[in-house]
């Protein structure tokens, strides 16, 4: 007998005694949570998501769409970044002031040359502002899990108000749950048991955040 053969055995023997017309496991306890906490408006909703971000220490901008590049560029300067890695469909007009050298997200490029860009600059999925949560789906303007992990210095770009949501439910009936989500809240970092804080463990040191306006819809929750 095989191990999958003898542990379906003894869950079959398990069920035994549950009546086949037994309620089904995804109807039998109620779900009704609730979606959000409280009832914000648009603009204290970002300024939630901001304010939490900040807890988290990431860095936080803000910046209209009309300057979203001389912002970028500006960030990447006063960082000394010499090169800046780009997911395949972020917009080019975003780089566009950009002098640093702009290295394309190439699945040959190996960690070791993945260390040594400088930055990396992505869009995102969704933002939660009761958590100061930005998550990434893999999406053309975000790329592999990857360069958001190796880089030590990463920039997202959150297009506000329309890719901000108040909560993680929220939040989850946007992703798709077959995409390879990261969810980030504030630079990585961890500590030991006397509570030293070490950042850059198993991600960047930094992350820069830029709430830029001015892109699509007025509505902020799903």
Same mark, same amino acid.
């Given at each position: ?6 542990? =379906? ?8 005694? /549950? #009546? +086949?017309?037994?309620? %089904?496991?995804?109807? @039998?306890?109620? *779900? ?43 960030? =990447? ?8 890695? /780009? #997911? +395949?469909?972020?917009? %080019?007009?975003?780089? @566009?002031?950009? *002098? ?123």
């Amino acid at each position: 007998m095989s191990s999958r053969e003898r542990i =379906l055995g003894r869950v079959r023997r398990a069920l035994a005694d /549950v #009546p +086949p017309d037994d309620t %089904p496991y995804e109807e @039998a306890v109620p *779900r009704a949570y609730l979606r959000e906490h409280g009832g914000l408006d648009t603009g204290a909703t970002v300024d939630l998501l901001a304010e939490n971000l900040a807890d988290y220490r990431a860095v936080v901008h803000r910046c209209t769409a009309g300057d979203l590049a001389a912002t970028l560029a500006g960030m =990447l300067a006063a960082r000394g970044a010499r090169t800046v890695l /780009v #997911p +395949p469909g972020l917009d %080019p007009a975003w780089l @566009a002031e950009v *002098r640093a050298e702009q290295v394309p997200d190439l699945a040959s490029s190996t960690p070791h040359e993945l260390d040594r860009v400088d930055s990396v600059v992505t869009g995102c999925a969704v933002a939660v502002a009761e958590t100061g949560t930005i998550v990434l789906d893999g999406g053309p303007d975000q790329g592999r899990r990857r360069i958001t992990l190796v880089p030590d210095h990463h920039i997202c770009v959150v297009r506000v108000p329309e890719q901000v949501v108040s909560s993680v439910p929220q939040a989850l009936g946007r992703l798709d749950p077959a995409r390879p989500l990261t969810w980030i809240s504030g630079p990585s970092a961890t500590s030991d048991i006397e509570l030293d804080r070490v950042e850059g463990v198993h991600g960047p040191r930094t992350l820069e955040v830029v709430l830029v306006s001015g892109q699509g819809s007025s509505a902020v929750t799903s």
